[in-house]
T-cell receptor, first 115, second 112 residues
Framework: DTGVSQNPRHKITKRGQNVTFRCDPI?????LYWYRQTLGQGPEFLTY????????KSRLLSDRFSAERPKGSFSTLEIQRTEQGDSAMYLC?????????????FGNGTRLTVT | GENVEQHPSTLSVQEGDSAVIKCTYS??????FPWYKQELGKGPQLIID?????GEKKDQRIAVTLNKTAKHFSLHITETQPEDSAVYFC???????????FGPGTSLSVIP
């Protein structure tokens, strides 16, 4: 179990630029989740995948956000035309089965700062 | 949808004392309640969880209690140590759901 890996750890970008984050889940986990965490708040659900299928997207995920999980392995989260309000920690988690039945394993996140 | 509230938002205790964090949830269908610990610069890490068919669960210095009727659940840490200092999150979901809803967190400081 090598854990969930996220890259980059930090990203500073100018407003209006596009950014992409990568998440490598634990290898045998078929579920992958993206959460967003702002200072002093708990993680907020954004979206999740079962293998390569994206099964649910939160209302928080505007059309500027897109996530993919090609071949059911790693996942990418892209934010287009970034805004200052997008500044947050983006957390990825994976689980072996449905999250209500097996625990979420989180990565250490990508901290995005939009200037 | 599910809403999870958590109190207090900050908690400071002397080393060796106990700490209690309380949460409430809104969805009566929720039946799985994990607790996560987040240290600075790291992602949340599961420390204990409880399912609705159990009223209490203990793991060394950590215990969780659940009152399904009142929709309350609590985390109890005994004999606190400085390394317990972190942010703690309660969460709730239903067994067949994939969306885990987190509370806003409690920042625990253990003073040596």
């Amino acid at each position: 179990d090598t854990g969930v890996s996220q890259n980059p750890r930090h990203k500073i970008t100018k407003r209006g630029q596009n950014v992409t984050f990568r998440c490598d889940p634990i290898s045998e986990h078929n579920r992958l989740y993206w959460y967003r965490q702002t200072l002093g708040q708990g993680p907020e659900f954004l979206t999740y995948f079962q293998n390569e299928a994206q099964l649910e997207k939160s209302r928080l995920l505007s059309d500027r956000f897109s996530a993919e999980r090609p071949k059911g392995s790693f996942s990418t989260l892209e934010i287009q035309r970034t805004e200052q309000g997008d500044s947050a920690m983006y957390l990825c988690a994976s689980s072996r089965t449905v999250a209500g039945d097996s625990p979420l394993h989180f990565g250490n996140g990508t901290r995005l700062t939009v200037t | 949808g599910e809403n999870v509230e958590q109190h207090p938002s900050t908690l400071s205790v002397q080393e060796g004392d106990s700490a209690v964090i309380k949460c409430t949830y809104s969805d009566s269908a929720s039946n799985y309640f994990p607790w996560y610990k987040q240290e600075l610069g790291k992602g949340p890490q599961l420390i204990i969880d409880i399912r609705s068919n159990v009223g209490e669960k203990k793991d060394q210095r950590i215990a969780v209690t659940l009152n399904k009727t009142a929709k309350h659940f609590s985390l109890h840490i005994t004999e606190t140590q400085p390394e317990d200092s972190a942010v703690y999150f309660c969460a709730a979901t239903e067994t067949s759901y994939d969306k885990v809803i987190f509370g806003p967190g409690t920042s625990l400081s253990v003073i040596p």
